[in-house]
């Protein structure tokens, strides 16, 4: 051997043994802020045995439906229906694991008995004797929730009652049900006083936690529940540790924090969001710096469990994965000092900041927001107008407006979702929207504005309108819930920003003895999200009151008499605080003062009555007098029948649906402000309902949906009744998005086209006959569209061994084949015209001829499938072909059986260091990427030692 022959071997030792540190290091590192990656099953059984305490299992959004896509007899999808695997979790930890608190939405869809019996139970129903249940919005989706409470009993509610305690390793644990009314959760329901009961006999010095499933904060799609604030303030108040919710289909942990979301590291609670017991994920939104404060970490990507150790002293924590891609540990005290009593008021305090979201900034050369977005309801026509913008933008006139509707349920304000867009001509600064399509929804509407340079910022959304209920309407099917001229919005249609309210109107005071009365009416504008409540500020004195939204009149007690102050009010809502009212005048206080003086108004007048089909609209005039305090709402009835409405203060018109075709009748109206209500105006004339005559058709039966490419195909079954005339059409409405398609009446099928891959659809369907619509029939089971196919991934990793004038290439195949199956796969010498082409199915290795001996060549490998090709792999490591080398090995790559290895390997000689190398990889059985990544590059490290010395003459 020459002296440059050893040359060339010590480097490439050299370079093996650095390639070997190298694999090493890749084996033993990890991402910061993740833990080593490791399988689920490389964690002891037991969670956290080297902590104190009693082991806690929780988590929610549990069993899947059986008729679920994912559902595969229990064991589910990467995806979704997760259930079994969750359980597994907590089922091998065997007798450690004292209880199990399970937070809600425990099976979908509805909760019913044959979906418990088929799903839950022998999944998370193996834990039954430990568990702990709270309801969520699912078992209540069919009134009562009666599977719910027939499956669970007394477990669910101990005495009858719907919230209970107990208490496990020294802590006292409260399960409550969030599936209640404002007024159940608030200040004298039944909910908050037993809530407000048990704190009021805790020890101070007894560790607590509460559960429920809908948080109040969260940086998913479910952050603003309106039932749970007060009773979140009282447990906060009461000093309790954790708080644990669900309903986000994520894992969340948050810092200590307050029910505004301020972090308090002193006296927060402790917040966990544990939606991730199996059903399927729900992303994580982008972070808002104020409302997201006490965000710590989290996962939108895996399934998992939340163990707690609870002990008398304090508690640890310690968040496990089906995967064990993802894990969350930690540990902390419970001793935090109990809320304090009021602190009396200061001599003096500064005038409040208003704080809120930031709004996207605007570029100068496009056009800013435009103004003063206004929707009104007139009947079943949503108009919304606007005004220009403030600047239309440096690269010209406006020349388009675009005009975006989103839509929230009934009974879900905060939950809005996009419905549909339209474009308009800048000659035009309103738009008309038929509600027709989403009876009682809340509808909220943004637009933006377009000039040469493109579209701006959208606006804020605007204040909410509700659409009529529906109920007894007569329906044409010229109406659609998309209508004419619009376009229907996607579901992952981005919305648009929100920020905090406008400021409080109306502000008036009134001394006492001691006190100060004030009261005020609700923002013009509430930016986009309900408002919550309101903070009433004295100058001097600070924060003197907090009240709900459903006041606007408070008493300011512990004030100095004669001496002088001042008031502001701030609106709140999920974003922050208003900017402050103006300073009332100045208001003293004097022991000959009264109570408030305020009383109620006078009477509205002038009431006219315009007849509609199966409505009225009714229009007054204000009170002469409001009686000294803000009109907060009008009412208006119909004598001697029960139907009423109730409409902000500020409005001077209302609808009143329902009504009976062909009788007549005759309205009042009344005001009320903090005083109290007027009295009822003179009655209006009468009037006689519009409306048909016949009878509606019987709802059509449940139809069936089938997912397509991005569609989904409808099909039902004819009424069994058509109501005594003839039908004339079919109206199918998709959720979510509300979006809408009518058929011609001997149509019974539909195919809604343009849907997002990935999201779950469900369909209902009314038959129509010239007297309105049917009942909607039952919904569809959920469907979810696929992606159309596109070109396959790049195939992975590619070895290859060299021979004489040839080599023989291998390879595994791309993590995705597009949709469609791989029908070729081509490999291709770089640097040369070489190539070779595998088309028979499953062949994943190749030999490429016409080399030249002497020459380093590297390999490349591109599938293809009826879409088009993928990109190329990475490259091979550099074989180099030699005259008289024996015929080497096809290199061998792992097939499906040996793919969760992901190991590379090959039939290498008896007794080489390869062979050993393998063997010793093959006993491992490491499954981390890391770990197979670093002995992918030992292995190819060893064989490239190999094959030289196989080149080696005899000395």
């Not at 009682?440 to 309108?465: F, K, Q, Y």
Request: hydrophobic share 35%; glycine share 10%; aromatic share 8%.
């Amino acid at each position: 051997m020459s002296h440059d022959d050893y040359r060339i071997r010590a480097r490439l030792g050299i370079l093996a043994f650095l390639l070997l540190l190298g694999a090493l290091a890749v084996m033993g590192g990890s991402r910061p802020g993740e833990a080593a990656s490791a399988s689920a099953t490389a964690n002891p059984p037991v969670p956290m045995l080297d902590q104190p305490g009693s082991l806690v299992a929780v988590a929610g959004n549990l069993a899947c439906s059986p008729q679920s896509p994912a559902y595969n007899h229990r064991k589910g999808s990467a995806g979704g229906c997760a259930m079994e695997r969750t359980s597994d979790l907590i089922l091998a930890a065997g007798d450690a694991v004292d209880s199990v608190l399970a937070v809600g939405d425990l099976q979908y869809e509805h909760g019913e008995w044959a979906d418990l019996q088929a799903s839950y139970d022998p999944t998370w129903g193996r834990l039954k004797a430990k568990t702990h249940p709270v309801p969520g919005s699912h078992e209540y989706s069919i009134a009562g929730a009666p599977d719910y409470f027939r499956y669970w009993g007394e477990r669910a509610h101990p005495e009858r009652k719907s919230n209970y305690s107990f208490e496990v390793g020294g802590w006292k644990i409260y399960a409550l049900s969030s599936s209640c009314s404002s007024s159940s959760c608030s200040p004298g329901g039944d909910n908050y006083e037993w809530l407000k009961k048990e704190l009021a006999g805790q020890s101070p010095e007894q560790c607590q936690l509460a559960y429920w499933h809908h948080p109040i904060q969260s940086v998913g799609q479910f952050g603003e529940n309106v039932t749970m604030p007060k009773m979140a303030h009282l447990l906060h108040d009461a000093g309790v540790d954790v708080i644990v919710n669900a309903h986000d289909h994520n894992y969340q942990r948050w810092a200590r924090i307050t029910p505004e979301s301020t972090v308090d590291a002193d006296n927060g609670y402790r917040f966990f969001i544990v939606g991730s017991g199996g059903i399927n994920h729900h992303r994580f939104y982008a972070l808002d710096p104020m409302r997201h404060a006490g965000f710590e970490t989290g996962t939108d990507k895996e399934f998992g469990v939340l163990f707690l150790k609870l002990n008398p002293s304090g508690y640890a924590w310690e968040f496990r994965t089906t995967t064990g891609r993802f894990t969350d540990t930690g540990r902390e005290s419970c001793r935090r000092t109990p809320g304090t009593p009021a602190v009396p008021v200061p001599t003096t305090a500064a005038k409040p900041v208003p704080v809120g979201q930031p709004i996207p900034g605007n570029h100068s050369n496009l056009p800013f927001p435009p103004a003063g977005v206004a929707p009104s309801a007139a009947g079943e026509t949503m108009t919304t107008a606007w005004l220009p913008p403030a600047r239309p933008g440096t690269a010209g006139a406006v020349d388009l407006y675009r005009v975006s509707v989103f839509g929230a349920e009934p009974g879900h304000p905060t939950e809005m979702m996009p419905i549909a867009q339209r474009t308009v001509a800048a000659t035009s600064t309103s738009v008309d929207f038929d509600m027709h399509g989403v009876p009682g929804w809340s509808l909220r509407v943004s637009v933006e504005a377009r000039n040469p340079d493109g579209w701006g910022n959208p606006s804020v959304l605007s204040n909410a309108v509700t659409g009529p209920s529906g109920g007894g309407h007569t329906h044409s099917t010229s109406h659609d819930p998309v209508p004419a001229g619009w376009t229907a919005l996607p579901a992952n249609h981005q919305l648009p920003p929100v920020s905090t309210p406008g400021p409080p109107r109306h502000l008036r005071t009134v001394p006492g003895n001691g006190s100060a009365t004030v009261s005020w009416a609700a923002p013009n504008v509430d930016g986009g999200l309900p408002i919550t409540g309101y903070a009433v500020y004295a100058n001097p004195g600070g924060l003197v009151a907090s009240v709900g939204v459903d006041r606007t009149r408070v008493q300011v007690d512990s004030l100095i008499n004669d001496a002088d102050y001042t008031f502001q009010v701030v609106a709140i809502n999920e974003v922050g605080d208003s900017a402050p009212t103006n300073e009332s005048p100045v208001t003293t206080p004097t022991k000959d003062a009264g109570q408030s003086t305020a009383k109620a108004p006078t009477a509205p007048s002038d009431v006219d009555v315009q007849p509609g089909n199966r409505s009225a609209t009714v229009t007054w005039s204000t009170p002469s007098n409001d009686g000294g305090a803000a009109i907060t709402s009008y009412t208006v009835s119909a004598q001697n029948d029960p139907h009423r409405v109730t409409v902000d203060g500020a409005l001077a018109s209302a609808r009143v649906d329902g009504l009976a075709p062909g009788k007549s009748y005759r309205f009042t109206v009344t005001a009320k402000n903090a005083a109290g209500s007027s009295p009822a105006s003179a009655p209006s004339a009468a009037v006689t309902i519009l409306g048909p005559t016949g009878t509606v058709p019987t709802q059509p039966a449940k139809p069936v949906a089938v997912a397509g490419t991005n569609s989904a195909a409808v099909s039902w079954k004819a009424p069994t009744s058509d109501g005594g005339s003839p039908l004339t059409g079919y109206v199918v409405i998709m959720r979510p998005s509300g979006r809408s398609m009518t058929v011609a009446p001997t149509t019974r099928q539909a195919t809604f086209s343009d849907l997002a891959a990935g999201t779950a659809y469900r369909f209902t369907v009314f038959a129509v006959n010239k007297a309105g619509r049917s009942a909607q029939s039952d919904e569809t089971q959920p469907v979810v569209p696929t992606a159309p196919p596109r070109p396959p991934g790049a195939p992975w990793t590619v070895v290859a061994a060299a021979g004489d004038g040839f080599a023989k290439v291998a390879w595994t195949a791309p993590g995705t084949d597009g949709g469609a199956p791989i029908v070729a796969y081509t490999v291709v010498a770089k640097g040369s015209d070489a190539s070779a082409r595998v088309t028979r199915p499953g062949v994943r290795e190749a030999v490429v001829r016409g080399l030249k001996n002497g020459t380093t060549y590297r390999f490349t490998v591109i599938a293809e499938n009826r879409v088009g090709l993928s990109a190329p792999s990475a490259p091979s490591a550099p074989v180099t072909p030699t005259g008289g080398e024996p015929d080497p090995p096809m290199p061998h790559m792992p097939g499906p059986e040996e793919a969760a290895d992901s190991v590379v390997s090959w039939s290498a000689a008896a007794g080489s260091p390869a062979a050993k190398l393998s063997e010793w990889v093959g006993q491992s059985r490491r499954h981390s990427a890391a770990a197979a990544a670093g002995v992918t590059a030992v292995i190819l490290a060893a064989a490239a030692v190999y094959f030289w010395r196989r080149r080696r003459p005899a000395d």
